[in-house]
């Protein structure tokens, strides 16, 4: 089983900047290369919508249209933590930011929420004037 905490979310003006960070952990031997890692978030009143994903063994990484160029995803495998560094946040971006993982995630399903086993419980990011 592995276990995914957030954190790193708070009340931000726009055009300000956030990090968000997940911690992994699960039974000795973990590896977190072994993960697709992703950030999905979910805004009031919609559905769960893909952010960012860095993937298993590779660490190929997608983003959602919206957020490239403002968004940045990372992951350091020796520490068993994703980080989701987000600059020029827009109204837009309000929303509980959820952490996952999977290790038998194929390419073509990297932004499918349906696809992760492990979730984290969120961490909200609000941006308001």
């Known amino acids: 089983q592995v276990q995914l905490v957030e954190s790193g979310g708070g009340l931000v003006r726009p055009g300000g900047s956030l990090t968000l960070s997940c911690a992994a952990s699960a039974a000795s031997g973990f590896s977190l290369r072994r993960y697709a890692m992703a950030w999905f978030r979910q805004a009031p009143g919609k559905e769960r919508e893909f952010v960012a994903v860095?993937?298993?063994?590779?660490?190929?990484?997608l983003y959602l249209d919206s957020v490239k160029g403002r968004f940045t995803i990372s992951r350091d495998n020796a520490k068993n933590t994703v980080i989701l560094q987000m600059n020029n946040l827009k109204p837009e971006d309000t929303a509980v930011y959820y952490c996952?993982?999977?290790?038998?995630?194929?390419?073509?399903?990297?932004?499918?929420?349906?696809?992760?086993?492990?979730w984290g419980q969120g961490t909200q990011v609000t941006v308001s004037s």
């Open positions: 860095t993937s298993q063994r590779t660490g190929s990484i």
């Open positions: 996952a993982a999977d290790s038998g995630i194929i390419q073509s399903q990297l932004r499918s929420q349906s696809q992760y086993d492990y």
